[in-house]
């Protein structure tokens, strides 16, 4: 996904190096992401371009690809920057600075464009642009502003509304505006009331002390939900900010065996870094064998529970499990309409393992009438069923996920769908949206391997609890439900060790916080290897699309061209074997050593000769290297800096991408994948295309995918994170490397 698509533009924060001051920019900058800020842009009137180059890499280092970066004005900055390989999605400019049309037109049609505008006749211009040349507007100054003096006189909110209310492109869609100038806390929810894309902030978080909490508070008011007794927030009005720790509320049944209900929810908001409270609705009497009798206090019980709950504590999450008969269900209804928690979970607890109805039919309907007040549901497949008005459980994945999608559309409320009771070796899950209707049904899927153990009991209660905290800290719902799956899998691999009951024993909730002392799961090698592949999905996507892929593909690349491509590539391998030489050095073991000093041994006999060969064979070349152009360079200086920042981890996940992008577009090439030319003997690139196919080169790259990620699910999170930074930013450098040579071709 590009950085445009994706924009989230609720908290823009803009640099100012003055307010900045000792702290640095990019210090400033990496606190302001981690509370909450949306889009970063660099803004320094002063500073000379070669500064602000270098504070681009850094800012670049700091961000890590987790929110769009954007340069003010310097659009040339932006082109240069882009060409070094950093990443910069996009230009923010003023009314007096570059053509915005030939800002689109250079950076293309997945980079951010933004414009200053601040009067009717600036809406009139971009009316009169080409749908899509715009992204947002930078509306302002919404009151006066020390950070630029020169401002045009203040809007206050009612002048933002009505400039932000006429912002429309040449198709008549609303153009989205971003507040800026003088903006306070206190504007948040006025400014997001009348329609504001979001808050540009500069003093408040640049200049405050703690830029980190600045940013969190900003976030949290725009995303505060207006009035708890106000009309039901919708998708768009995100829940409240949760707090460091998630405040989450189980309203269940109690277990005495400790292994599902109450005591499950609360081990389960635990372990993954929640502070658990609970609403008993039912006490059991029940063990691992089976529940013995059931006894449920009265309705007015349960509500004092939520209502000295809800008078004293902020609950951020609110899982419901257990509700016994018709009268709790709406006890439990009319308590959450009236406070209208940030987000609900429903594991409805209707039907058992063996198949037995638990409610009556005027329950069976209350818990109807209660499931459009929740975020997501999650059944089993008998439940699913029931809630779907299906005659009977889905005896098949496609029809599970059927069912999930008309109860979706139905209610209105997500859905995730359970595959454990079907039975054979895969145990899926899915996150179901149809909110929009079926026809419109986004499905999430998650799949996985069934673990066999016993140790099942309480695995619904434990998951949904898991994922109403996760949700909580992570503000969305498709990574609260991956971590919540990767943390219940850890559990259920462990739930035998405890040795608990003769029956189906409970899962291991806290197996990998006694095992690591973390909250964040460990993950295995091929979960990392799936993860890393798919982030850069949208990288390898685009190299597909390159006229240089195309033409290599067809046999139409001009050979001026690929002769640049070899000239550069050659240059490249060089040093390559030096860093291939260097992960040798540092490896930890034997294996690894010999595997990588190999790899170094073939990028000089082997590639690189053939390169060299096929160069002092052509008319007119010489097998010497032309002058390393800047994309050969960046991409060879990042090799060099990942091993000296970060020894042998950093470097071998920095070194990966050129084994595994050559190695997938290789074997897609001559499998006919871009046409059936590469398969031709008479190709006139047939001997580099079947290079990087050779079935030797594919059993390299599946060995320095298996040692890379290794290391990374051994290591600990902060070096993983920083090992996944390098490997990204080397498949960054291979699209800017394939695209380079007819670029040099056009500007010679």
Not at 561 to 581: G, I, P
């Amino acid at each position: 996904m590009s950085a445009r698509r994706a924009l989230d533009l609720s908290l823009y924060l803009v640099t100012d190096a003055v307010l900045c001051g000792e702290r640095g920019v990019a210090a400033t900058v990496e606190a302001a992401v981690s509370g909450g800020a949306t889009v970063v842009q660099l803004r320094d009137k002063h500073a000379s371009d070669e500064e602000l180059l270098a504070l681009l890499g850094r800012l670049d280092e700091a961000i890590a690809g987790r929110v769009p970066l954007v340069v003010n004005d310097r659009l040339e900055l932006v082109l240069r920057a882009r060409a070094a390989g950093l990443r910069v999605d996009g230009v923010h400019l003023g009314q007096g600075d570059a053509a915005v049309l030939r800002a689109r037109a250079e950076l293309g049609p997945d980079a951010i464009v933004g414009l200053t505008a601040n009067t009717p006749a600036h809406l009139a211009a971009v009316a009169a642009l080409p749908a899509g040349t715009v992204d947002y507007l930078g509306v302002g100054v919404l009151r006066p502003t020390s950070t630029k003096p020169d401002h045009p006189p203040a809007l206050g909110i009612a002048g933002f509304a009505g400039l932000q209310a006429a912002a429309r492109d040449a198709a008549g869609a609303p153009v989205p505006c971003v507040a800026i100038g003088g903006v306070r806390l206190e504007d948040a929810a006025p400014l997001r009331a009348v329609g504001a894309a979001g808050l540009a902030i500069v003093s408040a978080i640049c200049a405050a002390p703690d830029p980190r909490r600045a940013a969190a508070d900003f976030a949290a008011a725009w995303r505060e939900v207006p009035g708890r007794g106000g009309a039901r927030r919708t998708d768009d009005d995100q829940p409240p900010r949760a707090p460091r720790v998630p405040r989450v509320l189980s309203i269940a049944g109690s277990d005495p065996s400790g292994g599902a209900g109450i005591q499950a929810d609360l081990k389960s908001i635990a372990a993954v870094g929640g502070y658990g409270m609970a609403a008993i609705t039912a006490l059991t009497a029940q063990n691992t064998r089976g529940v013995r009798s059931v006894h449920v206090p009265p309705a007015a019980s349960l509500l004092a529970q939520l209502d000295a709950l809800s008078d004293d504590i902020a609950v951020d999450a609110v899982k419901l499990g257990m509700l016994a008969n018709a009268e709790l269900i709406r006890t439990v209804a009319e308590w959450l309409t009236r406070v209208r928690p940030p987000l609900v979970v429903l594991d409805p607890v209707m039907v058992s393992t063996s198949g037995d109805r638990l409610l009556d039919p005027e329950a069976e309907a209350a818990l109807r009438e209660l499931l459009p007040l929740a975020d997501l549901v999650t059944p089993n497949l008998a439940e699913l069923a029931v809630l779907a008005g299906a005659h009977r459980p889905a005896p098949d994945w496609a029809s599970a996920l059927a069912q999930a999608t008309a109860l979706s559309a139905r209610t209105g409320v997500l859905v995730l769908a359970k595959g454990g009771h079907l039975g054979g070796t895969e145990a899926p899950d899915a996150l179901v949206d149809a909110r929009a209707g079926a026809a419109l049904a986004e499905i999430v899927e998650f799949h996985g391997e069934r673990i066999a153990t016993r140790a099942t009991h309480g695995t619904g209660c434990s998951l949904s609890s898991a994922i109403a905290t996760l949700r909580a800290r992570h503000g969305a719902w498709e990574p609260a439900v991956a971590e919540a799956r990767r943390w219940l899998r850890e559990s259920l691999r462990h739930g035998e060790s405890l040795e608990v009951g003769g029956g189906h024993g409970p899962v291991h909730h806290f197996a990998g916080l006694w095992s690591r002392g973390g909250l964040d799961t460990a993950p295995t090698a091929a979960e990392l290897e799936a993860e890393w592949w798919a982030g850069i999905a949208e990288l390898r996507r685009a190299i597909d699309e390159l006229p240089f892929i195309r033409g290599l593909a067809d046999g139409s690349l001009p050979r001026a061209a690929f002769e640049e491509y070899l000239s550069q590539d050659a240059h490249y391998l060089r040093e390559y074997a030096r860093a291939l030489a260097e992960a040798a050095r540092l490896a930890p073991d034997a294996s690894a050593q010999a595997f990588w000093a190999a790899g170094s041994r073939e990028c000089l006999t082997g590639e690189l000769a053939r390169h060299e060969r096929d160069l002092a064979g052509r008319p007119g070349t010489a097998a010497t290297p032309v002058e390393p152009n800047a994309v050969n360079l960046g991409y060879l200086d990042h090799l060099l800096a990942s091993g000296a920042r970060g020894g042998y981890p950093e470097l071998v996940a920095a070194v990966l991408p050129c084994y595994w992008i050559y190695d997938d577009l290789g074997r897609r090439l001559l499998a006919g994948e871009f046409g059936p030319e590469p398969g031709s003997p008479e190709h006139p690139y047939a001997e580099w295309l079947a290079m990087y196919a050779e079935p030797s080169f594919a059993v390299s790259t599946r060995r320095a995918i298996e040692l890379v990620t290794g290391v990374a699910a051994a290591a600990a999170p902060e070096v993983r994170e920083r090992m996944h930074r390098a490997f990204r930013r080397s498949a960054e450098f291979e699209l800017a490397f394939f695209a380079a040579p007819l670029a040099a071709q056009l500007t010679s």
